[in-house]
């Protein structure tokens, strides 16, 4: 055997996967050449090192029960028979409504954003995530700057639901909210998934809930939701954040629909309102 | 409806659930990170349910498994599996040439001292692998996979596990060197 051949059996050799005859000769090359036994050593060395030092761990308990909530809720969401979206007609009644309020809307952007001034953008750091949290904020803060062009203005829950009609694939949600007004709504485009957003006014504060297709933020590819929420909404239904700014988060999901409410009050009264809503259960 | 939904998913809990250790290892090796090695985890179970209709029945799970993780590896850090193809060669032959020197050097390679190292190190010294080389290292010496069971994974030959894992720990060897020399180990030795 020479230094090449050896060479070309040193792991195997390591791993004990030689022949009897073959490692005798091995041996007896190694005996004689000292760099080629220095490898033979050195490989055993690291080979040892790895296997007594880093054991295999087993896979934390929390993380098996957040895969097996996970995929519950994936086969609850296949399960499910999503309503088709009727087609989108231009000359629909609410079309020609939403139409007829949008230049209207942009007095209400205005009036929102002076009440909510305290309420401030989050970090730019998190404008271009596609984690469906950061998304709802920015589009918050866009929709109180005007950034994001008002599509539908109206205080009646089934005129802004039509308005939705055929433009987007999960159905849009508009329910009436306790002590909350109905503003309007839009819809917006982001790495090609559609997201709707509905706006209430309660008092001097903004609640909007923006919605996007359940399955398109389950699956993570477009949208996706941080896995603590992921345990959270499979655990209890619902999942709970707050900004750093003291606005709240909340997420939950009805049928194909994803909801992303933001609103700056704190959790129990932001639960309180979507929970109470005037057709109970809507959301 | 309802009733398949069920079923499925307890078929699937039955047969590819018992793998998640294996999974989680390799996954936290790869990453050498706790959050993200559970996400790599999260995310291959989720698309294994998905596409659970289309895997064969009596075939190597952990294979069809492990296939789907190395993918969302890939694509994840699709920009460090992508770039050591064209240098892992290049690597590899300069520690050879390195390790041939060091072999003729009586202060060569600090294996006396890599006892001293902590987990982390030895972790970061495989985490610093090239991705081909780091994967074999991690299911053959950390996992405890044969070469056949490696070769079934990958989809290559024995020839390639072989080699593969013959570079990787050459790679380790002189990795682990150098976090030996960077703590200033190598001084014992003399």
């Not at chain 1, 469906?132 to 109206?154: C, D, F, R, T, W």
């Not at chain 2, 590819?16 to 995310?43: F, K």
């Not at chain 2, 599996?81 to 390195?98: A, C, G, M, Q, S």
């Not at chain 2, 030895?122 to 299911?139: D, H, K, M, N, Q």
């Amino acid at each position: 055997m020479n230094c090449r051949e050896f060479q070309e059996n040193v792991t195997a050799a390591v791993d004990s996967r030689l022949d009897e005859n073959v490692m005798a000769v091995f041996l007896a090359h190694a005996a004689g050449c000292t760099p080629c036994r220095r490898d033979y050593e050195g490989e055993r060395h690291v080979v040892n090192l790895v296997r007594t030092r880093l054991r295999p761990v087993g896979v934390p308990p929390e993380l098996v029960a957040a895969i097996l909530d996970c995929i519950a809720l994936e086969d609850a969401a296949a399960s499910a028979v999503a309503p088709r979206a009727p087609s989108f007609r231009w000359n629909h009644v609410w079309t020609k409504t939403a139409v007829a309020f949008a230049l209207s809307f942009a007095a209400v952007v205005f009036l929102l954003a002076r009440n909510d001034a305290a309420f401030t953008p989050m970090p730019p750091s998190d404008q271009t995530g596609s984690d469906i949290i950061s998304q709802s904020v920015n589009a918050y803060h866009a929709a109180l700057k005007g950034e994001i062009p008002p599509q539908i203005v109206s205080e009646v829950p089934d005129c802004v639901k039509s308005f939705f009609n055929g433009k987007t694939e999960f159905p849009v949600l508009v329910p009436s909210m306790k002590e909350c007004t109905l503003v309007g709504g839009g819809i917006n485009d982001f790495r090609g998934t559609m997201m709707a957003h509905i706006v209430y006014k309660h008092g001097g504060q903004t609640i909007s809930v923006y919605q996007a297709c359940r399955e398109t933020v389950m699956k993570g590819e477009k949208l996706h939701l941080p896995r603590e929420a992921l345990e959270e909404l499979a655990r209890t239904g619902w999942y709970c954040c707050t900004t750093p700014e003291g606005a709240s988060i909340v997420v939950w999901t009805k049928g194909a629909t994803l909801c992303a409410a933001v609103a700056p009050m704190n959790r129990e009264h932001l639960m309180a309102h979507l929970v109470d809503g005037g057709d109970a259960g809507a959301w | 409806m309802k009733a398949q939904a069920g079923e499925k998913q307890r078929a699937f809990e039955r047969e590819a659930l018992p793998h998640s250790d294996l999974l989680y290892n390799y996954a936290l090796r790869m990453t050498n990170n706790v959050a993200d090695a559970e996400d790599l985890v999260q995310e291959t179970y989720l698309k294994a349910f998905r596409f659970w209709d289309s895997y064969q029945q009596g075939t190597n799970i952990r294979a069809w498994l492990f296939r789907i993780m190395k993918n969302s590896y890939i694509n994840r850090y699709r920009k460090e599996v992508r770039e050591p193809e064209k240098v892992v060669y290049d690597d590899v032959t300069n520690l050879y040439t390195r390790t041939g020197n060091d072999a003729a050097d009586p202060h060569d390679a600090h294996e006396s001292t890599f006892g001293s190292l902590l987990d982390d190190e030895i972790a970061g010294a495989i985490a610093s692998l090239p991705a081909e080389f780091r994967t074999v290292v991690i299911l053959c010496d950390i996992e405890g996979l044969t070469y056949e069971e490696v070769a079934d994974f990958m989809e290559c030959p024995l020839g390639t596990v072989r080699s593969r894992l013959h570079r990787g720990r050459k790679l380790l060897r002189a990795a682990l060197s150098a976090y030996a020399q960077a703590r200033g180990l190598e001084q014992h030795k003399q």
